[in-house]
C-alpha cells in the first residue's frame, strides 16, 4: 500500500509539472503574442459606451 501510494504521489507531481509546461507553452507561444498584448491593454482603454450613458 506505501508503494502505490509513493507511487501515485511521484505522478501528481509529473502530472502538475506536465501542465503546467504545456499551458507556459500555450500561453508564451509566439503567434499568440499580439492576443495576448491586446488582452493586456484592455483595461486601459477607455469605454466609449459608458460615456454615452
Same mark, same amino acid.
Given at each position: 500500500?506505501?508503494?502505490?501510494?509513493?507511487?501515485?504521489?511521484?505522478?501528481?507531481?509529473?502530472?502538475?509539472?506536465?501542465?503546467?509546461?504545456?499551458?507556459?507553452?500555450?500561453?508564451?507561444?509566439?503567434? %499568440?503574442?499580439?492576443?495576448?498584448?491586446? %488582452?493586456?491593454?484592455?483595461?486601459? %482603454? $477607455? $469605454? $466609449? %459606451?459608458?460615456?454615452?450613458?
Amino acid at each position: 500500500m506505501h508503494e502505490l501510494q509513493s507511487l501515485f504521489s511521484s505522478l501528481w507531481v509529473a502530472w502538475f509539472f506536465v501542465l503546467f509546461g504545456g499551458i507556459l507553452v500555450w500561453v508564451l507561444w509566439p503567434t %499568440r503574442k499580439k492576443t495576448w498584448e491586446e %488582452r493586456g491593454k484592455m483595461i486601459l %482603454r $477607455d $469605454d $466609449d %459606451r459608458a460615456e454615452k450613458g
